[in-house]
């Protein structure tokens, strides 16, 4: 799966937040990286936050995604140098301070980069890919890969017994196969429900076919 950098301009102000933290979890849905998502958007809300905070709303700002090797980047970029982010230890009674914090027990790393004209806070998420453009999902996901690869070359074999035990545990098979299949879409960011109607369509016609061919 290819996941390419991407980057959105916008001004900083209270209320791009909500805006932007659904553009990044489509964005990773795409990407199919459902399980660090709502981790992602905790990331970018207190790192935009932290401009209008610090830097002031209507603040020209920046934020960018990328894969750092097998690490989900996230960078926001503003025009002040001065106002630099810091980890502080706020009290269980204050109202804020606490946005550093939170990124910093949230992402496995971060830091800020000091530019002529800007500067950019980012940080990284583990994504628990192989590799920058492998998937996650697991046992279920990573089944269906080995299957799929076997589909291509040959057609299973017919079933030799038809005893109601054997056809019992082949149908168990069929529904984890199919199971499976949906997890796989889902991962890669493809919409499972849509998948599984026009499969469901694809069969309905082929029966009928069938039946219209006796």
Same mark, same amino acid.
């Given at each position: 799966m290819s996941r390419k950098p991407w980057d959105l301009a916008f001004t900083a102000e209270p209320e791009e937040v909500a805006a932007l933290r659904r553009v990044l979890r489509l964005h990773l849905g795409v990407w199919g990286l459902h399980e660090i998502s709502e981790a992602a958007q905790l990331c970018v809300t207190e790192l935009v936050s932290n401009v209008i905070t610090h830097v002031g709303p209507g603040t020209p700002t $920046?934020? *960018?995604? !990328?894969m750092n090797g097998t690490h989900l980047r996230i960078e926001v970029r503003d025009p002040d140098t001065r106002a630099l982010p $810091?980890?502080?230890q706020a009290g269980v009674d204050a109202e804020g301070g606490r946005g550093m914090a939170l990124v =910093? *027990?949230? *992402?496995?790393r971060w830091g800020v980069d000091l530019h002529a004209d800007h500067k950019v806070t980012w940080c990284e998420l583990s994504t628990g890919l192989n590799s920058p453009? #492998?998937? !996650? #999902? #697991?046992a279920r996901v990573a089944r269906v890969e080995a299957m799929l690869g076997l589909y291509r070359t040959t057609m299973l074999p017919d079933a030799t017994s038809t005893s109601p035990l054997s056809l019992a545990v082949a149908e168990e098979s069929a529904i984890d196969v199919i199971a499976d299949l949906l997890h796989w879409l889902r991962v890669h960011g493809l919409d499972a429900d849509e998948a599984l109607d026009r499969a469901q369509m694809h069969f309905e016609a082929e029966v009928e076919l069938a /039946? =219209? /061919?006796k």
């Open positions: $920046t934020v *960018a995604v !990328s $810091t980890l502080i =910093d *027990a949230t *992402a496995v453009n #492998g998937h !996650s #999902g #697991g /039946e =219209d /061919e």
